[in-house]
């Protein structure tokens, strides 16, 4: 039952219906401007056409009437014998042209006065008689002293006047003068002719428009309906159907998509396209799950490195805690699965620590793979003797044996006598160390580098001797500390790294590193992490 209505729904909704209703629309909507068009074309036409009729009319009524005679009547407002004739005279033009109003008047400041009035006598405002005043009406005002002080001298369009008046109604009015026999202008003569017929004639055009439109609107819809429904709707529900059978996977597994649409037109290539987007995604999914299993197994295999990688540093903390001479801390954050840099802290003898911060250049499991060789050569090397520039030397040179890579190594390494406090150390191409001395502030030891190793061999590595005293605090870190970069790609900067150090200058090497690690991801926000970040800190507590 359920899936009945939802059928009927789809139907009463569907394309068909929404292309009719749409066409419908707009058509009804064409037949309503055409049909306002019309009438009012119609009317503009009729009312051209009438104030030209009208304004020959006036002109026929002034050069009929005497000018003398009107003067006459103006100033004695007595009728006589042949002021009646006049009057017949006018009524008899007014019936014939089937005008509204013919009147003769004078224009005076406020209104006109009235000499004859040739209106019809079932009006409703009456006949006006020898004398009578009235009021300008429109703009009327403005147009009848005009008429009158141009002496007919001035345009056409300044004699007429079209006005939609509640007493007189819908009209169209002209004036012309009537000239004395000094030939001075002393009177209108004034035509009305009513427009309500022709805007009723122009509301039954619009009708009949209307309506003959509406006709060939439903002879076309039907024409319209039927070729869209075999020319669009029935292709698309068709082609609607095969992706529904294809998409619900009714389809046998593996099956591509066919669509046999031949109506040579958009929807034929849309149905092409379908078909040929199904082979496309037959090949995807295929390739899709090859290249999903090789992900995995990559992604395993990355998660092994990581592990292995993580095993090799250390990470157990303090890593002699029977050692009470000396408190030591480090991490390595890396910015992929794998990282480059690593770090290393060993026991030489018993009165010796070996403390290494390096960056392999590049990143991910190549430079993984070269830092993994790096620090066992070095401490392997560390472990037979001899001093750190001899040491990193010999490292240098077998790095260098088959690096078709060209990988390098930046390195800070030193060995410190626990004993002393003497320190020997080599800074090949790294970061300056950061030393604060027991009741000192950390302050950055600069100093000539020696080069990265791995670059060539038979290279020689400066050594410099330093001297720590109990409660003084060795700072090493990789240049992706100092580097970590903010939204905005700004550096982190030294300035600022030495800054949050003074700021924990009493806290151990356990509490220094977090503390300096939180104010990184404070500064770089929600910016992605572009490189390893690794740091070690090491105290000497003395004897």
Known sequence: MQEKKKKNKIKTHGLKAKMLTMFILMFNVLILLVSITIALVYINWNIRHTEQKAFSLAAVVAASVDGDLVEHYRDTLTKDEEYEEIQEYLDKIRMRALAKYLYICIPEENGYRYIWDAANPSADDGVMDLGDFDEYYGE????????????????????????????????????????????????????????????????????????????????????????????????????????????SGKMQEGKVMECEIRTGDEIEELADSFSKMSVELKDYMENFTAVTKEKERIGAELNVAQKIQEDMLPRIFPPYPERKDFDVYASMDPAKEVGGDFYDLFLVDENHIALTVADVSGKGVPAALF?????????????????????????????????????????????????????????????????????????????????????????????????????????????????????????????????????????????????????????????????????????????
Request: glycine share 8%; proline share 5%.
């Open 371 to 543: 830092m993994v060789i790096t620090k066992t050569l070095l401490k392997n090397r560390t472990m037979m003797g001899g001093a750190p520039s001899q040491i990193v030397a010999d490292v240098n040179n077998q790095l260098c044996e088959g690096n078709e890579a060209e990988y390098f190594v930046t390195l800070w390494f030193a060995i410190v006598d626990l004993t002393t406090g003497d320190g020997i150390a080599v800074n090949a191409g790294h970061e300056h160390p950061i030393l604060k001395k027991k009741d000192g502030d950390y302050v950055l030891i600069k100093y000539r580098h020696s080069p990265p190793i791995g670059t060539m061999p038979d290279l020689s590595f400066e050594q410099r001797r330093f001297w720590m005293e109990p409660g003084d605090l060795l700072f090493v870190y990789t240049d992706g500390v100092p580097e970590a970069m903010n939204a905005n790609e700004e550096l982190y900067g030294t300035d600022r790294l030495i800054g949050v150090l003074n700021q924990n200058k009493d806290a151990g090497p356990e509490e220094l590193l977090p503390a300096v690690k939180d104010d990184i991801d404070a500064y770089v926000g929600a910016a992605p992490q572009f490189d390893d970040l690794t740091m070690l800190a090491f105290r000497l507590n003395g004897t």
């Open 140 to 247: 009327g005002g403005k147009v009848m002293p005009g008429v009158l002080q141009n002496a007919g001298h001035g345009k056409y369009e300044d004699s007429v006047l079209v006005t939609n008046h509640h007493i007189y109604g819908f009209v169209v009015s002209a004036f012309f003068p009537i000239k004395n026999s000094s030939g001075e202008a002393i009177a209108l003569a004034s035509v009305d002719i009513a427009m309500e017929d022709v805007a009723y004639d122009a509301m039954l055009l619009a009708l009949a428009t209307g309506g003959v439109m509406i006709i060939v609107m439903l002879v076309f819809c039907i024409i319209f309906y039927r070729r869209m429904n075999r020319q669009v709707v029935r292709p698309i529900h068709k082609l609607n159907d095969v992706i529904s059978e294809y998409v």
